[in-house]
């Protein structure tokens, strides 16, 4: 009786966890994505993809481009990377989260650890980079404590702030001495929409299909695209096509029911903003 009531509590346990982890919506399912958001205005390199519709198996996830930012004086470089979400709550906040990549780009200084987390919620049309810990040495190997600073006026032990260039990034009474006379620290950093975007992680087990428009520059009032399908990894060649538009003519482009207002075009980058997605296949 002792043993079948144990596992009765187990399976009791598991289905909560289980139900839990759905409820916050992080398992694998079959999604539709399309990308960008309507009515952002974005930018992209030539080469790069203008937009994109997928369907296929995945996990909701963060695009982050690569960052460099500064703190406390010592410039910090994050490498981009797509990070797997692994919490989102009822109220919309969702979160992902990343370790040991934090780059030191000040000279004679390297970082040792670091721990950081990917933020969004419906307030913001971008996310916030937490860095929960950030471990400097210098080229000794020495740690450096009390290398965080706060912003002029702030009181470490009440309601304090910190800034990167000047701007207070995070305000409260999170930031105590045991955290700021130590070799870690704590802040955070407001990463635009446009290099951080909410994009799911797809399995590629040739049940994933993606069709995107990628810009390749601009002659006179000529602009030239290229779109591609794909089956998982690999490129469909008959489901290609080259494609000019002329902007003497209309600033709204289209294709397969896709709707792109252009705002700039160059031969370096196109700024432009979706008015409507491409069809499926």
């Known amino acids: 009786m002792k043993q079948q009531s144990w596992l009765t509590g187990v399976v009791v346990l598991g289905s909560i966890l289980l139900a839990g982890c759905q409820s916050n919506g992080v398992v694998q399912k079959l999604h539709t994505e399309r990308f960008p958001a309507i009515g952002l205005e974005i930018h992209a390199e030539i080469g790069e993809t ?19 930012f500064e ?3 010592y410039l910090f470089f994050l490498p981009g990377e797509h990070y797997q979400i692994s919490y989102e709550s009822p109220e919309g906040e969702s979160q992902a989260y990343g370790y040991g990549n934090v780059r030191s780009q000040s000279e004679g200084y390297s970082v040792a ?22 471990d400097l040495v210098d080229e000794s190997g ?23 260039g000047g701007r207070t990034i995070l305000s409260g009474s999170i930031l105590n001495s045991s955290i700021l006379n130590s070799s870690s620290s704590l802040f955070s950093i407001e990463v635009p929409a446009d290099a951080c975007s909410k994009r799911y992680i797809f399995s590629n087990y040739g049940q994933t299909f993606k069709q995107e ?23 469909r060649p008959a489901f290609s096509a080259d494609l000019t538009y002329d902007l003497s003519k209309s600033q709204t482009i289209g ?7 252009v705002i700039d075009a160059g031969n370096q980058q196109i700024r432009y903003r979706v008015k409507s997605h ?3 296949m």
């Not at 650890?113 to 950030?134: P, T, W």
């Open 255 to 261: 294709y397969r029911g896709a709707r792109i207002e």
């Open 278 to 280: 491409m069809n499926g």
């Open 50 to 68: 203008v937009l994109e519709r997928t369907l296929g198996n995945g996990t909701p996830g963060f695009r982050l481009a690569d960052l460099e």
């Open 142 to 164: 020495t740690f450096i404590s009390n290398w965080l600073q706060l912003s002029e006026g702030a009181d470490e032990n009440n309601n304090s702030s910190l800034s990167i």
């Open 213 to 235: 428009l990628i810009y390749l520059g601009r002659s006179g009032d000529e602009l030239s695209f290229k779109y591609r399908e794909y089956s998982g990894n690999l490129a």
């Open 71 to 73: 703190q406390s004086g």
């Open 113 to 134: 650890n670091s721990s950081y987390q990917v933020i969004s919620n419906s307030a913001i049309e971008g996310c916030f980079l937490r860095v929960s810990s950030l």
